[in-house]
């Protein structure tokens, strides 16, 4: 039976199913999981939900019953990928919040103490709700960033939640409820002028949230709309979703061959669909509905490229990294990006040093056939452009970071190799200053220029310097 289209149109094609198949577990229900009740104490409850008060919390049945393994869950990655713990709140945010829910503060009193503590996460990473947003004849366009010259980021209103919420997501103010944190639209049409208007612009990348959780008439009409638009310059569709991993009947059932034939119209119009399947160990790729799924997509003549950022308590290992491009190369997959914790949300828990990235990266990457060293990294998306950690090297006698870009603000940018001072401790960019007794780094002064004219002189303080992903 085909599923309807809900109100709101978001996850009409899954929540139709809710019944019999679907099922979402948040903050309400989560206690009624029985392997959650088997394995948590109420005080470890009552931890969770003060974290899930302030970082979005999701999972559903068949990441509960499919992909973690209970016998240790405090030690599985699939479980620290969706279940909160309170290591992810700083100590002095947990007290805070923990202490007001234990006296029975009531509900207007927690949301305000939550979003104080959400606005010191850094909600809107590397300059996403400033620099990125693009403007036709001096408007801005809702639902869209542009950061880099070729590529376009579209934002569909019924795509801006996912089917589990990741723990270290960086996106994770598109599923709270302060609107003001958010972008989305329903407008394509207004998209579509914006492509008009910028011929440089080759790809479209559909994000969110996850666009897979929209219904899939609505992925088709947007498709469809792009296609009929007949727009000389768009050669890629690019799709970011985690629907593989956290709910690949998105494409077994009926509905799902609404969304492959999608994939097979704009195919047979010249268009690339480039799905950019986020997986982040490689349990995830074990089960029969993924490797299926993974089957169908690949039959439709769409490409799959696979990214995810390297995180402790996760996928710290570089045997996992291998294993996972492995077995992704094996069902067919392009692996594409290794990325860094990004400077947001519970940065502090996931982060592993950019030495260790690397060291993950170099390990798991000489344990692969040729095949999967498609895949690049390790990676900081900053506001600058994403900046890979190539190693850490001595030259004329100063041990220093070898860095380049793989993308900037400024094509130009883009693989100059530069240096930067050695800091074992470093995490982001931020911790990082140049090497060689240089007082800025080569890009600097441009980017600060580019602040200066976005800005103005409002905020600019908290723009310009070192900071360079302070939002
Ligand atoms: S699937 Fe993507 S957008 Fe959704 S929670 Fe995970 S990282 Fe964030």
Redesign the pocket.
């Known amino acids: 039976m085909m599923n309807q289209i809900n109100d709101t149109g978001v996850l009409s094609s899954q929540l139709s199913k809710v019944s019999n198949k679907y099922k979402s577990y948040t903050i309400n229900n989560f206690r009624k999981i029985p392997q959650i009740a088997d394995n948590f104490s109420d005080e470890e409850l009552f931890e969770m939900e003060v974290v899930a008060t302030v970082l979005?919390f999701k999972s559903n049945n068949y990441v509960v019953n499919e992909l973690i393994n209970w016998d240790k869950p405090r030690k599985d990655p699939i479980f620290n990928l969706t279940f909160p713990n309170r290591s992810m709140l700083k100590g002095h945010h947990f007290d805070m919040l923990a202490e007001r829910m234990k006296f029975g503060a009531d509900k207007a009193e927690i949301e305000s103490i939550a979003r104080k503590i959400r606005m010191e996460l850094n909600p809107h990473p590397a300059g996403q709700s400033k620099l990125n947003l693009p403007r036709i004849n001096g408007n801005v366009v809702e639902g869209m960033q542009h950061k880099y010259d070729h590529t376009a980021l579209f934002f569909p209103k019924q795509g801006q939640?996912?089917?589990?919420?990741?723990t270290?997501?960086?996106?994770?103010p598109?599923?709270v409820s302060t609107d003001e944190l958010k972008f989305a639209t329903k407008d394509i049409e207004n998209s579509i002028a914006y492509f008009r208007a910028n011929p440089q612009i080759t790809d479209i990348l559909f994000?969110?949230?996850?666009p897979m959780v929209m219904s899939p008439r609505h992925f088709a009409q947007y498709i469809d709309a792009l296609i009929d638009a007949k727009l000389p310059n768009l050669q890629n569709i690019r799709i970011?979703?985690?629907s593989l991993a956290?709910w690949p009947q998105t494409f077994l059932e009926e509905d799902g061959d609404i969304i492959l034939g999608a994939f097979k119209r704009a195919i047979s119009e010249g268009k690339h669909i480039a799905f950019m399947a986020?997986f982040n160990h490689h349990v995830e790729l074990t089960t029969p509905a993924v490797q299926e799924a993974i089957q169908k997509i690949n039959a439709t003549g769409a490409r799959i490229r696979t990214q995810s950022p390297v995180f402790k308590n996760i996928n710290d290992d570089p045997k996992v990294w291998s294993a996972m491009w492995k077995e992704q190369v094996r069902q067919g997959c392009i692996p594409y990006y290794m990325f860094v914790a990004r400077d947001t949300g519970a940065q502090h828990y996931f982060a592993v040093t950019l030495e260790r990235a690397w060291k993950i990266f170099r390990e798991a990457y000489q344990n692969v056939s040729g095949l999967a060293r498609t895949v690049r990294g390790p990676s900081m998306s900053c506001t600058p452009g994403k900046v890979q950690i190539l190693g850490v090297v001595e030259v004329a006698g100063e041990k220093v970071f070898a860095l380049r870009f793989l993308q900037g603000r400024n094509k130009n940018w883009i693989h100059r190799p530069f240096f930067a001072k050695y800091n074992p401790d470093a995490i982001w960019i931020d911790d990082l200053e140049p090497a060689f007794g240089e007082e800025k780094f080569f890009f600097e002064e441009e980017l600060e220029f580019k602040y200066k004219s976005i800005f103005r002189h409002e905020d600019i303080d908290d723009y310009i310097g070192v900071n360079y992903s302070q939002n």
């Open positions: 979005p939640t996912c089917h589990a919420y990741c270290f997501c960086f996106r994770w598109q599923f994000t969110g949230g996850d970011g979703s985690k956290y986020h």
